[in-house]
């Protein structure tokens, strides 16, 4: 499993930057994702992988005044920006740990939830199999998750036939994908992980899958992920600075409206 600071992307303000757009760009999907988990007003809610607290505080806004949420997280850098944003909030419990490792911050969860975390995870599923042994029954469980691979079937006919405005998107995407294949991370959890979720024994399961055609927050959001990581990325190979520049054009000119080069699913059971 990766190690506490082991975060594939990155923890800075510009970081949460992108996380920001990210979270307006998952509004759907998230509300989605809170209405069918249910929330009571006095629940305590789990959150695994907070990130700078923007889905933390649409958590909070489903709960009552006696709702608690503990969200754990391994970025100290994303942390202390929760910390900071979520001052307001007396039932905010921050926990800095490998989400993996399924601490005693479980411990009488009555939901367990996450956006876009278990892909940043090696073998996913293997943690989804454990995590159902450690919440007590009837314990409502749901996650946001990227796709960045089935998309892609779209954008490659679309592309060798004629739509040649939209290879940008195919190179933004195989970019993210090595990235993720070095780091022995999964692009695509969210695809399995309602299978997952069955075969450890979670009942109950529903997934929906929502996808983003190409407007100025989908653009944004991947100008600022080469930004972002490039150093990294140049660094294991995937991709020079210097092709990065050339893309970033090239994405700025794809057509609002094209087609999406990714999605996400939300995917909920009960324990």
């Known amino acids: 499993m990766s190690s506490p600071t082991d975060y594939i992307l990155g923890q800075s303000a510009e970081a949460a930057r992108r996380l920001a757009i990210q979270d307006r760009h998952f509004a759907a999907p998230s509300e989605e994702l809170l209405d069918r988990l249910q929330l009571r007003p006095a629940d305590r809610v789990v959150e695994l992988g907070c990130g700078p607290g923007a889905f933390t505080r649409r958590i909070f806004n489903r709960l009552g005044p006696q709702g608690r949420v503990t969200s754990v997280d391994s970025a100290p850098g994303l942390l202390e920006q929760a910390k900071a944003a979520l001052a307001a909030f007396p039932h905010f419990n921050p926990v800095a740990a490998d989400v993996s490792a399924l601490g005693d911050w479980l411990d009488g969860a009555d939901v367990v939830t996450g956006r876009a975390v278990l892909h940043h995870l090696p073998m996913a599923e293997i943690v989804v199999g454990r995590l159902r042994a450690r919440l007590k029954p009837g314990t409502r469980i749901g996650f946001v998750e990227p796709d960045f691979r089935a998309m892609l079937a779209r954008i490659g ?103 999406a080069v990714w999605g996400v699913h939300v995917v909920t059971g009960l324990s």
């Not at 679309?158 to 993210?176: F, K, N, Q, S, Y």
């Not at 600022?224 to 490039?230: M, R, T």
Request: with cysteine.
């Open 157 to 259: 006919h679309l592309e060798a036939t004629g739509r040649t405005e939209l290879a940008p998107l195919r190179e933004w995407a195989r970019v993210i994908n090595e990235l993720y294949l070095i780091r022995k991370i999964s692009p695509c959890v969210g695809a399995t992980l309602a299978t997952a979720l069955s075969t450890a024994g979670f009942s109950n399961v529903q997934t929906a899958f929502f996808e983003f055609p190409c407007d100025q927050l989908v653009i944004d959001n991947m100008l600022l992920f080469y930004d972002e990581i490039g150093e990294t990325l140049e660094r294991l190979g995937v991709i020079t600075r210097e092709q990065i520049e050339v893309q970033k054009p090239l994405l700025r000119l794809v057509p609002m409206g094209a087609a």
